[in-house]
């Protein structure tokens, strides 16, 4: 790989892992620490993952304006201010202002990452995109892990770090992006899609298969928010709990040659795909309802893992098989907003229910939703097949 993606995938490395120093730790010092219901920790949440949408759309605006260095510097630079604040002032209001402010900027900076490293290595392809997902993995599997023991001694120590990551990612990108030769090139985007669609059916599909993608996420959340909450409850230390992100991300990066065969065998089969992840899934939150030990949940999020690795890359691979020529960043756009907006969603959803009826319901809601999410994976190819029909009838109708 050339110089310049190594620089943004330890950029990168840097950005995620300072990330996670915080965010899987959100609700549990809000409830905990702060004294706040988990509906209203699920608010905050909320607003972040909102800001986080705002930021990634003007990110990708900027991105086709000024260039993707100075649009990531701009990003870094509020963070930075950001999570000064936050390290000095983290009581309820200034924490859920800090905390917003820190998912919008964020949020900026992703597309730029994404958009530069198809930019400078458009050859690599697909690998190049593969590179930048690893490291983003890696960041999750050392951040919590960090975050847990640092939490242990105090949360104040959470702050400092995660503000200490920005800083450093600050200089990597101050003098590893500013060579990279980014001009504003032609990107699709949602702002830029505005033709007319013509071919209604890969849409339609794509809005069945999005809604089933949007159940998962809202069930998947809850492992960063109620669940969190939950696990602290029942006597499972917050290394214990940052371990199982930990876990996550390591067998994300570990356990490709895994599933590889399977994906091979089926890799022409999306339904397939998408219908055992999900099923996985489920699996998962069957074992996580009855977890009373650590070890439990380490299983738990094993097989959530697992799970993820089919569903996850599988929904975006299915848009870009969807969209016509041209209408690439259209569809991807759509399948980005769907996740966060499950991202959104899901903690308030998820705590609201905790607040009212309790863990067990949480757990047959999301129950609820996975079965849902995979009705949408049996059906979302009709639109296509009554297409295909229609065309086959008019052949039919020619030639007669």
């Known amino acids: ?96 202002a800090f905390y917003t402010i820190i998912g919008f900027s964020g949020g900026i900076v992703f597309p730029s990452m994404y958009a530069m490293v198809g930019t400078v290595w458009p050859e690599g392809g697909r690998k190049a995109f593969n590179a930048i997902y690893l490291a983003q993995n890696v960041g999750v599997a050392v951040g919590p892990a960090m975050a847990g023991v640092l939490a242990a ?69 809850q492992w960063q928010s109620t669940i969190s909450a939950y696990t602290q409850e029942i006597g499972i230390t917050l290394p214990q709990y940052s371990f199982l992100w930990t876990l996550n991300g390591a067998l994300i990066v570990l356990g490709q040659p895994l599933i590889r065969p399977i994906i091979k065998r089926i890799e022409d089969n999306i339904k397939q795909q998408l219908l055992i992840g999900i099923v996985i899934m489920m699996a998962s939150y069957l074992v996580v309802a009855f977890a009373e030990e650590f070890s439990m949940f380490v299983i738990a999020m094993a097989i959530l893992t697992i799970g993820e690795m089919f569903v996850w890359p599988t929904v975006p691979a299915l848009a870009n098989q969807l969209a016509p020529k041209g209408r690439e960043g259209f569809y991807q756009g759509i399948v980005n907003s769907v996740a966060t907006g499950g991202r959104m969603i899901g903690p308030l959803m998820g705590g609201v229910m905790v607040d009212l009826y309790g863990m067990s319901a949480l757990f047959i809601l999301v129950t609820i939703l996975l079965v849902a999410a995979i009705g949408t994976s049996l059906v979302y190819d009709l639109p296509l097949k009554k297409k295909q029909l229609a065309m086959e009838q008019e052949q039919e109708k020619a030639i007669i």
């Open 1 to 96: 790989m050339p110089k310049q993606v190594w620089l943004l995938i330890i950029g990168m490395l840097v950005n995620v892992t300072g990330n996670s120093f915080l965010w899987p730790l959100t609700t549990i010092y809000m409830h905990d620490h702060l004294g706040k219901s988990l509906s209203l920790a699920g608010l905050v949440l909320m607003a972040n993952a909102g800001a986080a949408v705002i930021g990634n759309l003007l990110g990708g605006m900027l991105f086709d304006r000024i260039g993707g260095y100075k649009s990531i510097m701009g990003g870094i630079i509020v963070t930075i201010f950001a999570l000064t604040g936050l390290t000095i002032w983290h009581d309820f209001v200034p924490f859920v």
């Open 153 to 221: 001694l105090s949360f104040d120590y959470i702050f400092m770090a995660n503000l200490g990551m920005y800083i450093l990612f600050f200089f990597i990108a101050l003098f590893g992006f500013k060579s990279m030769s980014i001009s504003a090139v032609s990107h699709t985007s949602v702002f830029n899609e505005g033709k007319k669609i013509r071919n209604r059916a890969p849409f339609y599909a794509l809005l069945i298969v999005s809604a089933g993608y949007l159940l998962c996420w809202v069930g998947y959340v």
